[in-house]
C-alpha cells in the first residue's frame, strides 16, 4: 500500500526526496534571509514560511540545483515579508554571540577580529537591498554567478555587473566608515600597485 505523504515528499521528475534536496540548505536560507529581513525572528519566519512551500510545491521541482531552487524560494518570500510590513531599523543584541565563551588566546587578535567583523556587518547593512543580496549570496553563500542567476532570476550577465557595483558600494561605504572612525582608510590593491609605480 503507497503512502500519501512519502508520494509528496518526492519530486517525480528526479525520484530525490525533499530532506535529501532542500534540508541540506536550511542554514544557507536563514544566513539570506536574515541578510535580506535585518531580522532574526523575521528571518525565522521567513524560512519556516519559505520550507513549507518548498514542500508544498516540491512535486514541481525539476532537477538541477536544489540548493538555488529552495534559495530563490526563500528570497521571493522575503520580497513578499518585506511588501506587506514596515521593518524596524534597529539592532537586536544577541546574547549568543555576545556572551558565547570562547577561548581566547591572544585577546588582541580577538579584539582586532571582532572589530572587522562588526564594521563589515555594519557596513553590508548600510547598503541598498540589491547589492546587499548579491553580496550575501556570493561571498558569503559562495553561490556561481549560474546558481546567483537562478536564485534571482537575472541574465548571468546582469549577476555580474551588480556583483561588480555592490563590491564597490561595498569598498567606498568600508572606507567612509574607516574615515568617519578615524582609521587610515585601506586603498585597493590595484590602487596600491599604481601607486607603488608613480612613485
Avoid at 528571518?43 to 512535486?59: G, M
Avoid at 515579508?81 to 588566546?105: I, M, N, Y
Avoid at 572589530?115 to 553580496?135: A, Q, Y
Amino acid at each position: 500500500m503507497s503512502d500519501g505523504r512519502s508520494r509528496s515528499t518526492t519530486a517525480p521528475a528526479t525520484g530525490a526526496s525533499f530532506d535529501e534536496v532542500v534540508l541540506p540548505h536550511l542554514d544557507a536560507a536563514y544566513r539570506l534571509a536574515r541578510w535580506l529581513m535585518r531580522n532574526e525572528h523575521d528571518a525565522e519566519d521567513v524560512v519556516q514560511e519559505a520550507s513549507l512551500r518548498a514542500f508544498r510545491y516540491f512535486r514541481t521541482f525539476a532537477g538541477g540545483n536544489g540548493r538555488a531552487w529552495f534559495l530563490k524560494i526563500v528570497r521571493n518570500t522575503c520580497c513578499r515579508w518585506r511588501g506587506r510590513s514596515v521593518q524596524a531599523l534597529t539592532d537586536l543584541f544577541d546574547e549568543e554571540q555576545h556572551s558565547s565563551a570562547r577561548p581566547a588566546s591572544d585577546p588582541e587578535a580577538l579584539l582586532l577580529h571582532t572589530d572587522d567583523v562588526m564594521l563589515i556587518e555594519r557596513t553590508l547593512s548600510s547598503l541598498p537591498d540589491r547589492f546587499r543580496e548579491v553580496l550575501v549570496l556570493r561571498e558569503l553563500e559562495d553561490l556561481s554567478y549560474q546558481e546567483m542567476a537562478d536564485v534571482m532570476g537575472i541574465p548571468i550577465g546582469t549577476v555580474m555587473s551588480s556583483l561588480s557595483r555592490a563590491r564597490r558600494a561595498l569598498r567606498s561605504a568600508l572606507n567612509n566608515e574607516l574615515k568617519q572612525s578615524g582609521t587610515p582608510t585601506r586603498r585597493h590593491p590595484r590602487e596600491q600597485e599604481a601607486g607603488a609605480v608613480l612613485a
